[in-house]
């Protein structure tokens, strides 16, 4: 992407910024191991059309040449939609093998998943067929199950599953999430991830958050000195918002306006609202502070 095109995405505060108290001015002084770079996609929405797949596959690679991340995360979205009443068995799997080869470019690197409300199909035969449901999309993001943990490099990762009623976890998975946090060491940083914005601003424009938001806050707020911050997609809309020292980011989609021309072409190719089609990069400091940087990618 040239300058011109980064600056105009930038104008809207959303890419390139570092989150307050974050160390953004010290970088000088900062040595590469005193952080882990992880890099965000999400809402890919994966589909043969409009040059999807080469072109997620060259933003793929510029990720991997520009920032040399340690580790991606997905929050979801993966392909364009197995949620549809009128997809059938060919499209989906389709749309995996899309998804798979596309993945080939970053093979050499771990990628940890949540489920999308796009990626299940729940149109199959039976609630016996091996695809039905969530399970499937389990075993193609080679998940450890739907939700699951995860420790690398002294922080700690929560990814949670709030495709259940209402947007929201289900009590199973809100015990173990107490659990979870309750074992860990005092003041281990935490980042938890989730397909849809748990709190932030673009819940408000255009819905789409959980609906126990203010359980969860509550319970992030007890643990306090762990949780640091959380991720997520699912509104193809780019916010970062602060709240109980939380840092809630919602960061936008790598499909934009779902790889077409987008509803804001006076302010670029791809848009949908104000945000343009991108990626975020966060820096996990050890002790906890934490950057989230959103890129629009060009593509």
Not at 71 to 84: E, K, P, R, V
Request: aromatic fraction near 14%; glycine fraction near 10%; charge should be neutral.
């Amino acid at each position: 992407m040239n300058r011109k095109n980064f600056i105009k995405g930038s104008a809207l505060g959303l890419a390139g910024i570092a989150l307050p108290g974050s160390g953004y001015f010290e970088k000088e002084r900062i040595s590469k191991k005193d952080f882990i770079t992880v890099a965000h996609i999400t809402d890919v929405h994966i589909r043969p059309g409009d040059n999807a797949p080469a072109r997620f596959k060259e933003c793929l690679k510029m990720i991997i040449r520009k920032h040399q991340p340690d580790f991606f995360l997905n929050t979801g979205d993966s392909i364009q939609d197995a949620s549809y009443d009128d997809v059938v068995r060919e499209q989906v799997v389709s749309q995996w093998q899309i998804w798979d080869n596309c993945l080939e470019v970053i093979k050499q690197y771990e990628m940890y998943s949540c489920i999308g409300n796009h990626d299940p199909w729940w149109k199959a035969p039976s609630k016996e067929d091996e695809m039905f449901g969530k399970e499937y999309v389990v075993k193609r993001l080679k998940m450890p199950g739907r939700y699951y943990g995860f420790s690398r490099q002294g922080w700690h990762f929560i990814v949670l599953d709030g495709n259940n009623a209402n947007v929201s976890l289900d009590d199973e998975q809100f015990n173990w999430l107490q659990k979870e946090l309750e074992q860990l060491p005092d003041h281990k940083p935490v980042l938890i991830m989730s397909h849809y914005p748990i709190l932030g601003t673009t819940p408000v424009l255009v819905g789409g958050g959980h609906s126990d938001f203010k359980k969860l806050k509550d319970l992030f707020y007890k643990h306090r000195d762990k949780v640091k911050v959380c991720l997520s997609g699912h509104n193809h809309l780019s916010d970062t918002t602060l709240y109980n020292n939380v840092y809630y980011c919602c960061n936008g989609a790598m499909s934009g306006f779902w790889w077409g021309r987008g509803d804001q072409e006076s302010a670029g190719p791809g848009y949908y609202l104000e945000t343009p089609p991108g990626y975020a990069v966060l820096k996990l400091f050890t002790g906890g502070r934490v950057e989230n940087q959103y890129i629009p990618h060009g593509f």
